[in-house]
């Protein structure tokens, strides 16, 4: 898939939406490394603990294909989860 295509797009956004960028008033994370690399999370409304625990997000482009799911972690910059594995 073209990185630049991905880049600044909300992770489950539809692909048919014109404008699948960020929406104001919504807070976003910035997805790094792996398959979702450049994808925006948006974790509007998360706790703290929800924050620190990251996030496992579906994926078909994973290693795991179609059904694969991706784990992102939260790392030094607040604004930021880091890619840590693909899984089933």
């Given at each position: 898939m073209d990185e630049q295509?991905?880049?600044g797009r909300v992770y489950g956004a539809d692909h048919e939406d014109p404008d699948p960028g960020p929406r104001p008033g919504r807070t976003y994370v910035e997805l790094v490394g792996g398959p979702l690399d450049g994808l925006l999370l948006d974790v509007t409304g998360w706790t703290a603990a929800e924050?620190?625990?990251?996030?496992?997000?579906r994926t078909e482009i994973g290693r795991y294909?179609?059904?694969?799911?991706?784990?992102?972690?939260p790392g030094p910059r607040p604004d930021r989860f880091h890619w840590s594995a693909d899984s089933r």
């Open positions: 295509i991905m880049r924050r620190a625990a990251g996030a496992e997000l294909g179609p059904g694969g799911r991706t784990l992102y972690l």
